[in-house]
């Protein structure tokens, strides 16, 4: 039986996927399913309790995540999905980091809508993208504080946009504990997560 220490482990060195080769992703994927058998919540929407807050990313398989560190000049850095249940809303932040004092932040928002005591249908709203020193970026809940208070950030802090109101997904919480959080995508990527 694999436990949560198992995950940590095989996915340690994967740098969020980064460095996972497909024999990694195969094994990490078996790890996974059979920690969400043990699920110890299975509701997790109605645990807010346990869901609200800011999480780090440990691991993920999705490409759009992954495709920020392709970017030339630019690391990925930290990833971070905030979940505010109160405003069923999610905020998306991943700090970019390369040219000295020139560090990046990229940052998408998102209205969340239940569906099940586990999915959500998420509408992607809003995206800030500009350098964390001009935004005066601190951490993940004082920008969050920033956006939920700013309606637009001036032009020469940010490029601040809404989204194209068609675009959106689903998302499903197959696992949740006081620190640990895994989901899966409608496009077929899984995110493992920790409570900051």
Known sequence: MLTKIDLKNAIADKNR????????????????????????????????????????????????????????????GQIYQCVRSSENRIYNIAEVSGVPLLEGL???????????????????KRGVFGLQRAMGYQSPKQFIQRLQTTPKLPRLQAFDFDIN????????????????????????????????
């Open 106 to 124: 990229v940052c998408v928002s998102a209205q969340f809508t239940p569906v099940s005591t586990q999915r959500v249908e998420v509408q992607f």
């Open 17 to 76: 996927g980064i460095l996972a080769t497909e024999e990694d992703r195969l094994a990490i994927q078996s790890v996974i399913a059979q920690i969400e058998d043990r699920n110890p919540t299975s509701k997790p929407l109605e645990a807010t309790e346990l869901l609200n807050g800011d999480w780090r990313l440990l691991y993920t398989t999705s490409d759009e995540l992954l495709g920020i560190n392709r970017v030339p000049l630019w690391q990925l």
């Open 165 to 196: 109101r068609d675009r959106s997904g689903w998302l499903e919480i197959t696992y949740l504990d006081e620190d640990l959080r895994i989901g899966r995508g409608n496009q077929g990527s899984l995110f493992v997560l920790t409570k900051c």
